[in-house]
């Protein structure tokens, strides 16, 4: 651990100069200076550093709001099969509370599956409810791993409805870029243009010694 308290403190204002330069708070940014390896061999000087970091943390940062209030949504970003046990999507809540034997539907790209949520894991933590704003994996009855794919949402039953859409994408000639994409909820998804092919340039034709293009 450094002794020196000059030096402590140029560190400080070094960091704090940096945090302002790339636009952050620099300035009202607490700091709590301390060392984790004495707290771990037990010292109480540093013990009670850990202390005042994790209330700074509990003190400076704000919760993040929740909407607890609206009907359960979840975007599904990936799928798992864990043999002796299920299908598991996994994703981030974007609303709602989704607690363990309640039902759920499987909504997008396939025809409108239900389901039933036989469990909530979060880093391998089995929980009771998740909650807007938890990355978590929610543990399927009966889903086969190719029903559910990333790109579906899990939701409460009737809580949101399929409605037609359609887009179109841009060829090079009309402004567009290549190889042509659209961005569809945040998701970049690739979009065939048919009849349209890469333009290739024609090569000039070769004049031999008679003066005639071949």
């Not at 599956?113 to 880093?123: A, I, K, Q, R, Y």
């Not at 009849?195 to 008679?210: F, K, L, S, T």
Request: charged share 30%.
């Amino acid at each position: 651990m450094v002794d020196d308290e000059e030096l402590l403190e140029l560190v400080e204002v070094e960091v704090r100069d940096l945090l302002n330069e790339y636009e952050f708070p620099g300035d009202d940014i607490p700091f709590v200076t301390g060392s984790a390896l004495k707290a771990l061999e037990g010292d109480e000087q540093y013990e009670a550093k850990i202390v005042e970091l994790a209330e700074a943390l509990d003190s400076y940062i704000p919760e993040p709001v929740r909407d607890l209030d609206k009907p359960f949504l979840m975007p599904v970003e990936d799928v798992f099969s864990i043999t002796g046990r299920g299908t598991v999507a996994t994703g981030r809540i974007e609303q709602g509370i989704i607690k363990t034997g309640e039902t759920v539907q499987i909504v997008g790209i396939k025809d409108t599956d239900s389901t039933v949520v036989t469990g909530v894991e979060m880093f391998r933590k089995i929980l009771d409810e998740g909650r807007a704003g938890d990355n978590v994996g929610c543990l399927l009855r009966g889903t086969k791993r190719e029903d559910i794919e990333r790109g579906q949402v899990l939701c409460k039953p009737n809580s949101i409805t399929r409605t037609p859409s359609s887009s179109r994408g841009l060829r090079a000639q009309e402004g567009g870029g290549w190889p042509p994409h659209a961005v569809l909820h945040g998701l970049q998804a690739s979009v065939l243009l048919p009849h349209h092919r890469r333009h290739r340039r024609r090569q000039a034709p070769r004049r031999h010694g008679d003066g005639h293009a071949r």
